[in-house]
């Protein structure tokens, strides 16, 4: 099963990403957890020490291997063979297998055409039985996917907090998802204080498209970051339940 979280910037995207990857380690052999955000973030909202996480290097610097991966010049394969990235290039932390795809480009170099082309590769490559899951995420807003780096994932979660802006951005993912031909796009609504906040999130998508509410908690969402606090675990509590629904999803079990 391959999940891409999303959402627009602070809504607390990475840190939902990060709890679902913990959960389904708890009840999957290998979770592939894929940081395809260029603030990248992940790995430390995962548990991986930070001086080890601050000496990750991205795939998509690696411009050798992604050169010779997708040729050179011109014109470029769409289609390259990327299974051997996954071992070689991957951190392993505990049974979560962590790889960086960020990084950000310079200004006036050249596109992102062949990293782009390089993660839909891995993504794609990954031939997963019902022990496994990859979780991907994805950069704030909208970029990701008109570029299409989200392809051929099963599953879209949109994480929104109870603002215009947030629900708006959640829509747009949604008609992006469907041209992509992700079938399913998924609600988690975030930083809920009040009933009218729950309800203002409700009024915007169907039952069946929310799949939980994370109330807000100064103490979880000021140490969620820290690995193994007491606060992040209350948050994995709420991820359980949420893990649950996206299995009965995907047909998982």
């Not at 794609?124 to 299409?148: C, F, K, N, P, Q």
């Not at 392809?151 to 469907?178: C, F, Q, W, Y």
């Amino acid at each position: 099963m391959k999940l891409a979280i999303s959402g627009k910037g602070g809504v607390g995207k990475t840190t939902i990403a990060a709890a679902l990857v913990k959960s389904f380690a708890e009840t999957h052999q290998t979770v592939y957890a894929i940081d395809a955000d260029p603030d990248a973030c992940l790995a430390a909202a995962i548990g991986i020490p930070e001086e080890v996480a601050s000496g990750l290097k991205p795939v998509v610097e690696m411009r050798d291997l992604i050169r010779t991966k997708t040729g050179d010049g011109a014109f470029y394969t769409l289609n390259p063979q990327v299974n051997d990235v996954l071992d070689d290039y991957s951190y392993q932390y505990k049974n979560i297998k962590f790889i960086r795809m960020g990084g950000i480009k310079k200004g006036g170099s050249e596109c992102y055409c062949r990293e782009n082309t390089f993660l839909n590769a891995v993504v794609s490559s990954l031939l997963l039985d019902s022990s496994e899951v990859v979780i991907m995420d994805m950069g704030a807003g909208i970029e990701h996917l008109s570029r299409g780096t989200a392809r051929g994932v099963d599953l879209m979660l949109v994480v929104v907090e109870p603002s215009r802006n947030s629900i708006n951005t959640a829509h747009l993912v949604k008609r992006l998802a469907a041209d992509l031909g992700i079938r399913k796009v998924r609600i988690i609504g975030n930083k809920i204080r009040i009933a009218r906040e729950k309800e203002y999130i409700e009024n915007h998508f169907s039952p069946e498209e929310i799949l939980g509410f994370i109330e807000f908690n100064n103490e979880i969402w000021e140490k969620a970051m820290e690995p193994n606090s007491d606060a992040a675990g209350e948050l994995l509590a709420s991820m359980r339940e949420v893990r649950e629904k996206i299995l009965r999803e995907a047909g998982d079990r």
